[in-house]
């Protein structure tokens, strides 16, 4: 099976798990001080949603869409921005792969690797607006 073909499976799973995004937000915040200095001001409800379309423009752009939406995100978080520095996305990608390993019971080893796999690609065009 292709890795974006792996990955939207998986994400369908986790998706369909009621808690998937409070507890990638549980895992994310926990990673760092510098990860909850960000979000003091945020309404976490609102953020949620945000990110669930955010990771799939994320898995869109692997499969092959323009990067329009990724530039925005690049953008929105480079330094003029939100000032999210690059090595912050290492506890992103870290978290989130937890949260699925949490969530996804039937994600085996190499379903995780397609997700870093897949996502990284898109990262990577959000982190080169920085
Ligand atoms: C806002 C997605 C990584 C911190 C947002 C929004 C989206 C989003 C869709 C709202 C739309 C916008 O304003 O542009 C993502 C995705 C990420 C990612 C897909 C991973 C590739 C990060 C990281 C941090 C971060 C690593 C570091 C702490 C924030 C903050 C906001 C935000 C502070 C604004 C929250 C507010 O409105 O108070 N993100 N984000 N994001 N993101 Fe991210």
């Known amino acids: 099976m292709k890795p974006t073909d792996r990955v939207m499976q998986s994400y369908g799973r986790c998706c369909a798990s009621a808690s998937f995004f409070d507890d990638f937000y549980v895992n994310f915040l926990a990673s760092s001080p510098m990860v909850r200095e960000k979000f003091v001001q ?25 990067d329009t939406k990724l530039k925005a995100l ?3 978080h480079s330094r003029s921005g939100f000032d999210i520095r690059p090595e912050l996305y290492d506890l ?28 990284g690609k898109g990262i990577d065009v959000i982190k080169s607006y920085y």
């Open 42 to 66: 945020t309404d976490m409800a609102a953020q949620k949603h945000l990110l669930r379309a955010g990771i799939l423009n994320l898995v869109l752009f692997a499969r092959g869409m323009p």
């Open 74 to 76: 690049g953008q929105s």
């Open 92 to 119: 992103w990608l870290a978290a989130l792969l937890r949260t699925v390993g949490e969530h996804d019971e039937a994600a085996g080893k190499e379903d995780l690797q397609a997700w870093r796999e897949v996502l």
